[in-house]
């Protein structure tokens, strides 16, 4: 089992950078393949962007690609997303969710497929 913690968030202008972390506990971190997900108020939670546990293949969600960028420390047990360009379009809760894989090539585009999910944390772009 993992516990996954969420941090970074804030209020920022259009066009400013964030960079969310995802802290995770247990010592098989390095076999969760992970995912942010983000939140808008009255919308539903949407996938943003996949890392397998290799850290090797990404995948991203054509409303960030090019702005948003996801890695991992499996060192660290911590998973990033770095938000560049940021909109007020891209604010929302955001959450990390992981799934335990032996697969090390392998990352998850829907909600279903995760096993275990962050309080969230929250991002608010506005001018």
């Known amino acids: 089992q993992v516990q996954l913690v969420e941090s970074g968030g804030g209020l920022v202008q259009p066009g400013d950078s964030l960079r969310l972390s995802c802290a995770a506990s247990?010592?098989?971190?390095?076999?969760?393949?992970m995912g942010w997900f983000r939140q808008a108020p009255g919308k539903e939670r949407e996938f943003i962007a996949a890392?397998?546990?290799?850290?090797?293949?990404?995948y991203y969600a054509d409303s960030v690609k090019g702005r948003f960028t996801i890695s991992r420390d499996n060192a660290k047990n911590t998973v990033y997303l770095q938000m560049n360009s940021l909109k007020p379009g891209d604010t929302a809760v955001y959450y990390c969710?992981?799934?335990?894989?032996?697969?090390?090539?392998?990352?998850?585009?829907?909600?279903?497929?995760?096993?275990?999910w962050g309080q969230g944390t929250q991002v608010t772009v506005s001018s």
């Open positions: 969710a992981a799934r335990q894989t032996l697969y090390s090539g392998h990352y998850y585009l829907t909600e279903v497929r995760y096993d275990y």
């Open positions: 247990g010592r098989t971190f390095s076999s969760y393949a």
């Open positions: 890392i397998s546990w290799s850290g090797g293949s990404t």
